[in-house]
Nanobody, 117 residues
Framework: QVQLVESGGGLVQPGGSLRLSCKVS??????????MNWHRQAPGKQSELVAT???????NYADSVKGRFTISRDNAKKMVYLQMNSLKSEDTAVYYC?????????WGQGTQVTVSS
């Protein structure tokens, strides 16, 4: 049974920072071959792929977050992180962790991030 559990969401003022974490369990030594992604879903908007990191550490970001968000992973701990700086109100959304490889895709339950003064 594969589980992805996100944490670290909350309420933050514009310009502030949050660090999201995603703990993966149930994937054993093959964790490193999964590409890890953060998606977000805002009310009334389409889901957006925010950031991606491959097992080798190659990163990609949505234009909307480049220069502000950083994705990282710890293969030994089976963790993935999203450091979010200079947050804006438009970053408000539910953030989902996702693990993918050529055959499978797994999702977490999401964590709410609200950016508001």
């Amino acid at each position: 049974q594969v589980q992805l559990v996100e944490s670290g969401g909350g309420l933050v003022q514009p310009g502030g920072s949050l660090r999201l974490s995603c703990k993966v369990s149930g994937i054993t030594f093959t964790f490193r071959i999964y590409t890890m992604n953060w998606h977000r879903q805002a009310p009334g908007k389409q889901s957006e792929l925010v950031a991606t990191i491959t097992g080798a550490g190659s990163r990609n970001y949505a234009d909307s977050v480049k220069g502000r968000f950083t994705i990282s992973r710890d293969n030994a701990k089976k963790m993935v992180y999203l450091q979010m700086n200079s947050l804006k109100s438009e970053d408000t959304a539910v953030y989902y962790c996702n693990a993918t490889n050529s055959a499978r895709s797994y999702w977490g339950q999401g964590t709410q991030v609200t950016v508001s003064s």
